[in-house]
């Protein structure tokens, strides 16, 4: 029998396969929430026994405004799974795609980190203790600055004592520099899926 090596940084084919491999590593167990389920992306290689879903725009379980939960929420679930709106693009230009990432609609840089940090202590909360919180974003340039999504959320979940126990960074092949643009920042090729334990 051969032992699978899992990679903190890795090609992986889709979230599903990526989802898996932390899954793998014990990081989702009990009852979990998915809040923001999409199309369920997420549970394409890997279905938990109790996968409760939330979503404003899709058939789901609940469709709750993943920054405001219910009250009663407090500490209900085992594992709480963010894949939050997290491209930092402005004025939408790319259609359905954006659409289907939740970036459809204008917002400032600001307003759109406000919602991430929002939702991920929005989970913290609903999170019971010893659980974990999943929270997928990616560091980007914008406006030509770097924007660190990952310290933001870290810093964010650690005020309210969850302690990152994981990162695992999802890489895509990186996109051409555009013609006639100079490049001052490295482009990030990946995303990041960070685990916090609460």
């Known amino acids: 029998m051969t032992n ?5 940084a890795h090609y992986w084919r889709n979230n599903g396969e990526l989802i898996a491999d932390v899954a793998s590593l014990g990081f989702i167990k009990g009852k979990i929430l998915d809040t923001t389920y999409g199309l369920g992306a997420f549970w394409g290689s890997y279905t938990p026994k109790e996968l409760a879903s939330n979503d404003l725009y899709t058939a789901a379980d609940y469709s709750y405004n993943f920054t405001n939960f219910p009250s009663h929420w407090e500490n209900k679930w085992d594992t709480t799974v963010f894949d939050p709106p997290y491209k930092l693009n402005g004025t939408p230009s790319q259609g359905q795609v954006d659409k289907a990432y ?30 974990f919180i999943l929270v997928k974003v ?9 924007h660190f999504q990952t310290d933001a959320v870290s810093s964010a979940l650690v005020e309210l004592g969850a302690v990152k126990v994981a990162q695992m960074h999802f890489l895509r092949h990186p996109r051409p520099q555009p013609q006639g643009r100079k490049q001052v920042h490295p482009r990030s090729n990946f995303s990041t899926l960070m685990v916090f334990k609460k």
């Open 4 to 8: 699978k090596q899992i990679n903190a």
């Open 102 to 131: 939740g970036v459809h609609k204008k917002a400032t840089l600001q307003e759109r980190m406000d919602l991430i940090i929002a939702g991920a202590k929005e989970c913290c909360r609903v999170t019971k203790d010893k659980g």
């Open 138 to 146: 990616q560091d980007q340039v914008s406006s030509g600055k770097m």
